[in-house]
Every structure is written in C-alpha cells, then in structure tokens.
C-alpha cells in the first residue's frame, strides 16, 4: 500500500499523554510482519521507539555502540543494546541488536546489507536516533561558539546529521524497490530558534531541510519522510546530567519548555506505529 501521507508537511511536533498510559488496544500488533530499524537504541528515545515498535509486531534492529565505546562504559547504570533487545522480547515483539560505529560508513553499510540478506530486501521504517554529541556539548557548556573547540562541530553532528543522511541513502534504495516505506528523522525545534549551541541548531535544521527534500524525491516512489520534534525528554543521561548540575543549566541556556516526565520517551514511538498501521492522527 501506497503511503504518501505528510510529505509535503515532514515536520511532526509530539504532544505528550500520560507517561503511564498504555498504547492504544487498537494499535496492538498493527506491524506484524514489518522490518524496521531504529539506531542509537540502547537508551533515551531511541529505545522508547524501539520498544513501541516491537510491541506493536515489528521485526526490529537496533543499533548502538559496544559498552566498552560507549556513556555505558563510565555510567554502568546506563542501560545497553542487549537490554533493550531482551526488553522488546519480553513485550512480545522480536529485536536483533547490532553493535554498529555510526561515524563509520563501512559500518553502517554493513548494517543495511544484514537486514537486506535477512529479509530478503525489505526495509519499512526506519528511525533515526543514534546521536553521540550529548556528553560533549554537556562538557562545552554556555561558552559561545567562538570559545568551544572547533571540533565540537564534529562530535554534534557527525553522527546526528551525516550518520543520518548515509542511513536515508541505504534505506532508500531498498524502499524505492518496494514501492513503500516510512524514514523517520528524530530532531527539535533548534533548527527554528536558538538551543544549546551554534553547532547543535545548524544541524537540526539542516536535519529537517533533509527531511523536506528527500520527501519530495522518494514522493512518487511511496516512501514518506518526516522529521520528529519529541521535545525535552527525560531520558536516563538527562537524569546523569541533572544529578551532576548540567542539565539546568542546558534548559535555561535552550529556553527550552518544561522536560517531559521520566518514561514519555516511549510515547514517541506511538508515532511511527500509528503511521505504519495506516492511521497517522491516532496518536
């Protein structure tokens, strides 16, 4: 089936519920039998989508870094890849975790060509959510863009909008096949106003200026795109970063709106799930 919804409007804002309520009955196993893959999903939102869309039936991959490479390697509190997998099981749903260096392009082409062999060339979502520049723009802290380290550039958007694109391409190329297929990019309202810091604004909006493009050229193929704007999310580094005292000071620095409660992370994932059961206002 044909999807052609929101791509001429890819940018998507989340309006939260209770973090306590349940997914929808009529979303239950509305992905049976679809292959999706949602990267950075050890933790955060990332593995909020992961374990929506498993328990909504998906097949899903997941990505993120080994332990030792990883926050997991210094936080031992920190959740893993394999967690979320055993998690996504235990809702019912099947996971295959894949340990993936999303700043290698050989890696992640090695990704994408694992889950052509294995599922014999079928990809219907994809979810962009590996970010690695969280811990370093924490270190940075408010200093304007002419005091950081030049390299901070690289650290934010490195993985966050180049991993981004090179994952979009492979993606493509499979959906464009099928003649079907949903990409999902997770980004914020920094490409709109001033948040956190020079580097971390210019990617998000270069993130949904991709979004917009790449929905016009796979328009007519039946693959849709969109941006997703979650909001501030309490996620297990928020909650690192707020016991260390960063955190506030990257809210108010952001002006960022109020941090959604602890668990709101897997609402995101409502999104996706609704949309590729065919009923993109559900939730």
Known sequence: ????????????????????????????????GQIALVTGASRGIGRGIALQLGQCGAT???????????????????????????????RGGKAVPVYCDHTDHNDIAKLFEQIKKENNGTLNVL????????????????????EADPLLWDSVNNV?????????????????????????????????????????????AALDRMSADMAVELNSYGVSVVSVWPGMVRTEYSQILRDEGKLEKMVQQSKASVIGPAGCEGLVGQRPCAAMGGDARSC
């Open 127 to 146: 979810v962009n959510a590996a970010y690695a520049g969280a811990k370093d723009m924490a270190e940075a802290g408010s200093v304007p863009f002419f």
């Open 1 to 32: 089936m044909r999807r052609l919804w929101l791509t001429a409007a890819p940018l998507l804002t989340v309006q939260f519920r209770s973090a306590h309520q349940e997914p929808r009955s009529a979303m239950a196993r509305v992905l049976e």
């Open 160 to 204: 966050g909008l180049r991993n981004n694109y090179i994952c979009c391409v492979h993606a493509a190329r499979m959906m464009v096949k099928k003649q079907s297929g949903l990409i999902v990019n997770i980004s914020s309202a920094g490409g709109l106003q001033y948040t956190f810091n020079v580097p971390y604004g210019v990617g998000k």
């Open 60 to 90: 899903v991959y997941i990505t993120g870094r080994k332990p030792e490479k990883s926050l997991q390697s210094q936080y031992s509190n920190l959740p893993t890849l394999q967690q979320t997998a055993e998690d996504i099981r235990h």
